[in-house]
């Protein structure tokens, strides 16, 4: 967040904030601005503005730029399907339990653990996960 925030540094201004704090200053500000009324049934889930006086392609693409992956949580929804292929891990045989607890085949094979086939592990848009315990 700070790469983003300095980023666009002169460009941009990012508020970010909890949802009911923004929305109590929103409805705070409607009387002289009865247009903020439009903004306040977006504000669900995790939220940020982006205020800004530049173009708005300049602005995305520095926002696309800095996005970063981050590891899934237990009972988070996915954003897309999530298939782990049928492969050679390169992890040592005292990792077995990581998979058996997931229930994806496996083998040891020349001294590493092999998925023997294609695994969904997540569908989009839900919050499913084998066993949530084995993530962290």
């Known amino acids: ?12 201004e ?3 904030g909890k949802n009911t704090m ?4 929103i409805r705070g500000h409607l009387q002289k601005n009865p247009d ?4 306040l049934p977006h504000i669900n889930g995790n939220v940020g503005f982006v205020f800004t006086k530049n ?6 693409n520095l926002l696309l730029e800095n996005k970063r992956g981050a590891p899934a949580k237990a009972g988070a929804i996915a954003p897309c399907d999530v298939k782990i292929p049928p492969q050679n891990t390169g992890m040592g045989p005292e990792k077995t339990s990581f998979f058996q607890a997931l229930q994806i085949p496996t ?4 001294g590493t653990i092999e998925i023997l086939n294609e ?10 996960l084998p ?6």
């Open 1 to 12: 967040m700070m790469d983003i925030r300095a980023s666009m540094r002169g460009k941009a």
């Open 14 to 16: 990012i508020l970010m």
């Open 22 to 25: 923004m929305r109590k200053a």
């Open 36 to 39: 903020l009324e439009k903004i």
């Open 55 to 60: 173009d708005l392609s300049e602005i995305r």
């Open 107 to 110: 083998k040891i094979a020349r």
């Open 119 to 128: 695994v969904h592990i997540m569908r989009e848009r839900r919050s499913e």
């Open 131 to 136: 066993n949530p315990l084995c993530l962290t």
